[in-house]
Nanobody, 115 residues
Framework: QVQLVESGGGLVQVGGSLRLSCAIS????????LGWYRRAPGEQRKLVAS???????NYGDSVKGRVIISRDNAKSQLYLEMSNLKPDDTAGYYC?????????WGQGTQVTVSS
């Protein structure tokens, strides 16, 4: 069974930065989608950033220009670099990997941005 474990969340002040990591326990073949999602209290989970098979990236409108998604295959890690954080970025952040027949989610890491 594949496990995704997020880390790197925490409490940060407005304008600060964080790097979230997602450790992938096993090699996954035929990946179609790698992504970071977030869910704020009372809201549905939303896409923050994603990466496709060819390395193409896509970002949510509210975070464009402030986040970067990247991948280190050698370390089996997926990253989300976030900068210029705002109170509206406060949420649980989840990584997700989708293959042909599989769809894995991590348990999430909390990011709280204080003003």
């Amino acid at each position: 069974q594949v496990q995704l474990v997020e880390s790197g969340g925490g409490l940060v002040q407005v304008g600060g930065s964080l790097r979230l990591s997602c450790a992938i326990s096993k090699t996954i073949t035929n990946i179609n989608h790698l992504g970071w999602y977030r869910r704020a209290p009372g809201e549905q989970r939303k896409l923050v950033a994603s990466m496709g098979v060819g390395g193409n990236t896509n970002y949510g409108d509210s975070v464009k220009g402030r986040v970067i998604i990247s991948r280190d295959n050698a370390k089996s890690q997926l990253y989300l670099e976030m900068s210029n954080l705002k109170p509206d970025d406060t949420a649980g952040y989840y990584c997700r990997i989708v293959g042909v027949t599989v769809d894995y989610w991590g348990q999430g890491t909390q990011v709280t941005v204080s003003s």
